[in-house]
Structure formats: structure tokens, C-alpha cells
Nanobody, 130 residues
Framework: QEQVAESGGGSVQAGGSLRLSCVAP????????VGWHRQAPGKEREEGAS????????YYADSVKGRFAISQNSAANTVYLQMNNLSPDDTAMYYC???????????????????????WGQGTQVTVSS
């Protein structure tokens, strides 16, 4: 399996911004996609956003909608996560993963996103101070 690598984490003050990058070879294959996830100490891992090649199937969790923006460059096998208006609640290890395009119901609405993640990066730490 080709490796996935995240970068761009760091420490910022509340209200600041960071841009994470994920090099994910193979995500642009048919039905592939990439998702950004995060896990804070003592909490479950949470999916924040995902995207398919060409910018299709963009999905955001409610906790990041309106503040985070996911984008991609298929030619470079790279997916970005622009994070704005960060708060201490965003402090976590952020992981990038390659998965498969899928659809499911969420609160009776059809979501076209990314799931069955099978290749994960090592993570990049984001720390937001108040």
C-alpha cells in the first residue's frame, strides 16, 4: 500500500488559521476519495471533511461546516484542509485517510461522501490556545 502523509499542523491562537496538506497516492483512482479526521485526547475519532477526485462529493461534519474548506489537486495526489476561525475545541491530532466513495442516510438525508477508509497517515498535531 502506498503511504499517506499529512503536514501543516502546528500551534495557533484562537481565531487563527492553518492549512493542512495530505499527499495520498491512489486516491484519484475510480471510486477513491480522501477524508480528514481528528482525534482529541480522551475523545472518539471524528470525521471532519472528505472529498472525491475533481472536487466531487464534498462532505463536512457539522462541527467544522462554515470554518473548514477541503480542496484537492488530483495531479499532485494532494488534498488540503483550510481551517479558519480555530478554537481550542479544534485541538486534536488530524489524520488523512484514503477511502471509497459511498452514500448513506444521515438524519433522513442522503449523504454522498467517503467511507471504508483503509489507508491512514501518521497524523499531524493541531493545537489551538485561548
Amino acid at each position: 500500500q502506498e503511504q499517506v502523509a499529512e503536514s501543516g499542523g502546528g500551534s495557533v491562537q484562537a481565531g487563527g488559521s492553518l492549512r493542512l496538506s495530505c499527499v495520498a497516492p491512489g486516491y484519484s483512482d475510480e471510486f477513491g476519495c480522501v477524508g480528514w479526521h481528528r482525534q482529541a485526547p480522551g475523545k472518539e475519532r471524528e470525521e471532519g471533511a472528505s472529498i472525491a477526485p475533481g472536487g466531487a462529493r464534498i462532505y463536512y461534519a457539522d462541527s467544522v461546516k462554515g470554518r473548514f474548506a477541503i480542496s484537492q489537486n488530483s495531479a499532485a495526489n494532494t488534498v488540503y484542509l483550510q481551517m479558519n476561525n480555530l478554537s481550542p475545541d479544534d485541538t486534536a491530532m488530524y489524520y488523512c485517510a484514503v477511502g471509497w466513495q459511498g452514500s448513506w442516510l444521515k438524519r433522513d438525508k442522503l449523504v454522498n461522501g467517503c467511507w471504508h477508509y483503509d489507508t491512514w497517515g501518521q497524523g499531524t498535531q493541531v493545537t489551538v490556545s485561548s
